[in-house]
């Protein structure tokens, strides 16, 4: 396994961390706004993207779980899920990676959902529309890719990888 070409460049992300957030803040201006982060592929999105918000916002974080290499197991694992008294009546931004056949976001939604949110968005690092399975509604989108296995900027091969800077694609994976 070797890593490949760079796909999203630390400067594209930090320009479209930017758009983004302009984005958000037309849409919500100064109401209630809640990040909920997907850990642990969405671990530098977040700490970026709260950052570059003008005012303050709050946070917290989820755990899911559900690749394996490159594969996923089918089945996804939620941990650390928010009270109801963390989620009720707020507007929650979920922040995730990478939106792939749209299950994860999309069970994470329900779950939100029913935990008593307002309202339910997605805001996601990278996009993979050629493998969309699940109509999930992805409101806020920093870049689209092709159908490869990514890594780096939060995102891991078997834990490895993380912490690059940059996305890049991986190849020759069994
Ligand atoms: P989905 O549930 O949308 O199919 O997949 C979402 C999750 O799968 C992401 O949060 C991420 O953990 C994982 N995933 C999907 N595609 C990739 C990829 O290309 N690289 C990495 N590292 N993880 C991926």
Do not use: W
């Not at 890593?3 to 849409?27: F, M, N, P």
């Amino acid at each position: 396994m070797t890593l490949g070409k760079v796909l999203v460049s630390e400067r594209d992300i930090a320009q479209a961390v930017e758009r983004v957030v302009e984005e958000i803040t037309q849409d919500y201006g100064d109401g209630d706004l809640l990040l909920v982060g997907v850990m642990d592929g969405a671990v530098c999105f977040l700490a970026d993207l709260m950052r570059a918000f003008p005012r303050s916002v709050e946070m917290t974080t989820i755990r899911a779980t559900s690749y394996e290499g490159t594969e996923s197991l089918g089945e996804l694992t939620v941990n650390n899920l928010p009270t109801p008294e963390q989620i009720r009546g707020r507007h929650v931004l979920i922040v995730e990676d990478i939106v792939d056949t749209g299950a994860t976001v999309s069970v994470l939604a329900q779950k939100i959902e029913a935990l008593g949110a307002t309202s339910v968005n997605v805001c996601a690092l990278l996009n993979k529309p050629s493998r969309r399975e699940h109509d999930v509604e992805t409101a806020y989108i920093c870049f689209d890719v092709p159908d490869v296995f990514v890594v780096g900027y939060g995102l891991d091969y078997n834990g490895e990888f993380r912490n690059l800077r940059e996305v890049r694609e991986l190849s020759n994976v069994e």
